[in-house]
């Protein structure tokens, strides 16, 4: 079975401009979440989306966006980049919302703004 | 506030025992985790707890105390290839909240 895939594993973006992200969940999940991890820090929480809702958010600005679609697949999307948004972004998907279920992380797109 | 401490690095010699422990303090706790990063891949399950007590899987064991909102991973047996990143995670209402991570160095 295939796990999370995340695309692309890398990008280069210049200040201002905006990228898109996209995470394909494990089959059968439902739940999709975001996170943002700067080198020597944990994961910070994004988002949250559960079948196509959005149901958590973390506390980023509006310039981050998201959307979950009906084959549960999940895109990011950051407009305006700044250089502070070099990171990898990690997209966890887990079969549903209940307290304890495990999340499987993808590999992670890696942003870099220039 | 909403605080996750963990230690910033610990070093153990293959063969031995370590305890990483984490500190939380957060509005809710549905749960907490135990990720294991090897540098430059992504975080991989090891534990979960949600009630207080030791819960082993081989050579991993995750301890909670809910009251004293504190957990700990014992690793034993120590080999080369737990040389890794280990994050401490406690799942809030609809997100999950990460420690910053114990960069754990396994040396012969």
């Known amino acids: 079975d295939a796990g999370v895939t995340q695309s692309p594993t890398h990008l280069i973006k210049t200040r201002g401009q905006q990228v898109t992200l996209r995470c394909s969940p494990i089959s059968g999940h439902k739940s999709v979440s975001w996170y943002q991890q700067v080198l020597g820090q944990g994961p910070q929480f994004i988002f949250q989306?559960?079948?196509?809702?959005?149901?958590g958010r973390g506390n980023f600005p509006d310039r981050f966006s998201a959307r979950q679609f009906p084959n549960y697949s999940s895109e990011l999307n950051v407009n305006a980049l700044l250089l502070g948004d070099s990171a990898l972004y990690l997209c966890?998907?887990?079969?549903?919302?209940?307290?304890?279920?495990?999340?499987?992380f993808g590999q992670g797109t890696r942003l870099t703004v220039v | 506030g909403q605080n996750i401490d963990q230690p910033t690095e610990m070093t153990a010699t293959e063969g031995a025992i370590v305890q990483i422990n984490c500190t939380y303090q957060?509005?809710?706790?549905?749960?907490l985790f135990w990720y294991q990063q090897h540098a430059g891949e992504a975080p991989t399950f090891l534990s979960y707890?949600?009630?207080?007590g030791l819960e082993e899987k081989g050579r991993f064991s995750s301890f909670l105390s809910r009251s004293k909102g504190y957990s700990y991973l014992l690793l034993k047996e120590l080999q080369m290839k737990d040389s890794a990143s280990y994050l401490c995670?406690?799942?809030?209402?609809?997100?999950?909240?990460f420690g910053a991570g114990t960069r754990l160095t396994v040396k012969p």
């Open positions: 707890n949600v009630l207080d």
């Open positions: 957060t509005s809710g706790f549905n749960g």
């Open positions: 966890a998907s887990s079969l549903d919302r209940v307290a304890g279920t495990e999340a499987f």
């Open positions: 995670a406690v799942r809030d209402y609809n997100d999950m909240r």
């Open positions: 989306y559960y079948e196509k809702e959005e149901r």
